[in-house]
């Protein structure tokens, strides 16, 4: 049974930083792309931050244009966590952000529950 656990969301100022983590269970972690993706209220659930497998990929990472240069994903295979730091928030940056591992070759795609990031003053 997989699971992905997210943590780190919470209210943050414009220009503060956070650091979302991602635990995930029941999967060989390191052979899996790991993906950050957020939905804003009444909008679709966009792509953040991916980053394929170190092992059958080569740990290409992609970002959001408008993320590029603030937030950095990475992960830690020994600990089965993906990371995601978010530095320079932004006001629009509010939304649910939700964790997500694939293995494309077999059509596997699991998801988080998603964590809250509020961007305010």
């Known amino acids: 049974q997989v699971q992905l656990v997210e943590s780190g969301g919470g209210l943050v100022q414009p220009g503060g930083s956070l650091r979302l983590s991602c635990v995930a269970s029941?999967?060989?972690?390191?052979?899996?792309?790991i993906g950050w993706y957020r939905q804003a209220p009444g909008k679709q659930r966009e792509m953040v931050a991916t980053a394929t497998s170190d092992i059958t990929s080569g740990g290409t990472t992609n970002y959001a244009d408008s993320v590029k240069g603030r937030f950095t994903i990475s992960r830690d295979n020994a600990k089965n966590t993906v990371h995601l730091q978010m530095n320079s928030l932004k006001p629009e940056d509010t939304a649910v952000y939700f964790c997500n591992v694939k293995r494309s070759v077999f059509s596997l795609d699991y998801w988080g529950q998603g964590t809250q990031v509020t961007v305010s003053s």
């Open positions: 029941g999967i060989i972690f390191s052979r899996w792309d």
